[in-house]
């Protein structure tokens, strides 16, 4: 199963405590997955969705609101962003005109009167959706609709696909009445698509809607990324350090190869330059003065060791600052550049 797919299991196991939230969360759903059929001269309801749990979950809260009777059955999905994939099934939920439709149209706000008539609203019901709690529901019904979430395992995004200009609007400003949360809206074919790509907006989101045991692995996902992301960023620049010091390193020891041919007056044979005790070091670097001499040997004795760990090794220990200097003059005089009367 899929991470939105927990997440609709999560929220379709909750049930709504008081009458304006039942209400509100049905109002939601219908308001993008339920379309309006006519039969016999009246209007019946039909909305469909691909999860079961979902479909028993509203089933069960419609007819506990509207004390109805609701068929359910198995069936291609009329759900707006639907791609109608072979094996899934869509469940149909369907209201008759027996069965209320015609008050449900009315109690959600689908069907409003205007003028003495009756007319089909686009948007949000704003009468439903005044309290706090009846916005959450509000938002928990959309999202049982046509909310989908990526895996934040992979990256962070959470959607409301809505087949009305007017209904994303609502719903980008429903959501912006939340504090310190917001979404955006883009276009996509024929549909509209209200989304948010901050995980921290999107764990505030599943709050919102009541999915805590998803907010919480969706914070432990957060952490383990931003661990992972911490110790890779110690690891690269731990490397770049090594990298560093080794190429500083090798710039050292090829100044006090050219001190010492400079000396004796050859380079240095194959086995000879890794060997502090030979002849080419111990003749050529033998009229160095003696702090100079002890910086040039701990460099060919530790070819890998840092300056700080060469200053540590020098008695007494001395800084970085004053072990750079050291190796300053070694370069001056390799280069030609320092005292030549260093004898």
Request: net charge positive; aromatic share 8%; glycine share 8%.
């Amino acid at each position: 199963m899929s991470f939105s797919s927990d997440v609709k299991g999560e929220l379709a196991r909750l049930s709504p405590a008081k009458k304006c939230c039942m209400l509100a969360e049905i109002a939601g759903f219908l308001r993008v997955s339920g379309s309006i059929r006519i039969t016999g001269g009246s209007f019946a309801i039909v909305a469909t969705t691909e999860s079961a749990a979902v479909a028993r979950h509203l089933k069960v809260l419609i007819e506990t609101y509207f004390r109805n009777k609701v068929d359910l059955a198995i069936g291609g999905s009329l759900r707006p962003g639907s791609q109608g994939k072979k094996g899934r099934n869509t469940y149909y939920i369907s209201i008759s005109p027996e069965e209320k439709s015609m008050q449900i149209l009315r109690e959600t706000g689908m069907v409003l009167i205007r003028e003495g008539d009756d007319y089909f609203s686009d948007g949000i019901y704003q009468p439903i959706v005044k309290s706090k709690c009846c916005k959450r529901s509000y938002l928990r019904g959309m999202f049982l609709s046509c909310g989908t979430m990526s895996d934040p395992r992979k990256s962070y995004h959470l959607e409301f696909v809505l087949d009305k200009e007017q209904t994303a609007s609502d719903l980008k400003r429903l959501i912006g009445s939340f504090d310190d949360l917001s979404a955006s809206v883009a276009k996509r074919g024929d549909n509209y698509v209200v989304y948010m790509k901050k995980a921290a907006y999107i764990s505030d989101m599943l709050g919102i809607i009541g999915a805590g045991s998803s907010v919480l692995e969706l914070e432990s996902i957060r952490v383990n990324k931003s661990m992972h992301g911490e110790i890779m960023r110690i690891l690269n620049c731990d490397n770049a350090n090594v990298d560093r010091t080794l190429k500083a390193a090798e710039e050292q020891r090829a100044w006090l190869v050219r001190i010492a041919a400079d000396e004796t007056g050859r380079m240095p044979e194959a086995d000879e330059i890794t060997d502090p005790l030979s002849d080419f070091w111990t003749k050529g670097l033998r009229y160095l003065p003696a702090p100079l001499k002890e910086a040039a040997y701990l460099r060919l004795y530790k070819p890998e060791a840092s300056l700080t760990e060469i200053g540590e090794s020098l008695s007494p220990p001395v800084g970085k600052a004053a072990i750079s200097k050291r190796f300053a003059k070694l370069r001056a005089l390799a280069e030609g550049t320092g005292d030549e009367d260093h004898r």
